[in-house]
């Protein structure tokens, strides 16, 4: 038997018994990584994109009903869930991105004419902006 000065006993048991509390989900083996759980996963595979569409379905029909509870129009799942998970607009940016990218060169043109330098077409300037985007 192995004998501790009485003074270190407390802190031992304290010790042990701050350990023994440690929630079991702690202590578990980290859960496999699946779609859910790892956003690193790619869904390109043929049952990952029919699992994506099977959620964003569900989420759509959830929200479908909420809309009729409230009296509201209900919405047409097959042409959202195509809206949402079809291929992106070329050229079809945000109204927030456009208005973001036209502060940025109208702040950008401000300066050029500070140094003296020719003001640039503030339109132009944002279409070659957005452009660059659209790989």
Do not use: Y
């Not at 990584?33 to 379905?57: F, M, Y």
């Not at 919405?75 to 949402?84: G, Q």
């Not at 079809?92 to 330098?117: C, D, K, W, Y």
């Not at 503030?122 to 985007?133: G, I």
Request: avoid cysteine.
């Amino acid at each position: 038997m192995i004998s501790l000065p009485r003074r270190r006993l407390p802190l031992l048991l304290l010790l042990w018994s701050a350990l023994a509390t440690v929630p079991a989900a702690l202590r578990a083996a980290p859960a496999p990584k699946t779609p859910r759980n790892n956003p690193t996963i790619v869904l390109d595979s043929p049952a990952g994109r029919a699992e994506q569409e099977l959620e964003v379905r569900q989420m759509l029909i959830a929200r479908s009903e909420r809309m009729v509870g409230r009296g509201q129009p209900a919405l047409d799942i097959d042409a959202e869930v195509a809206r949402l998970l079809g291929p992106p607009e070329r050229g079809g940016h945000s109204p927030g991105l456009t208005e973001e990218v036209r502060q940025l060169v109208v702040a950008r043109n401000e300066r050029r004419v500070r140094q003296g330098l020719e003001p640039l077409d503030v339109d132009a300037e944002v279409t070659r902006t957005l452009e660059e985007f659209d790989p």
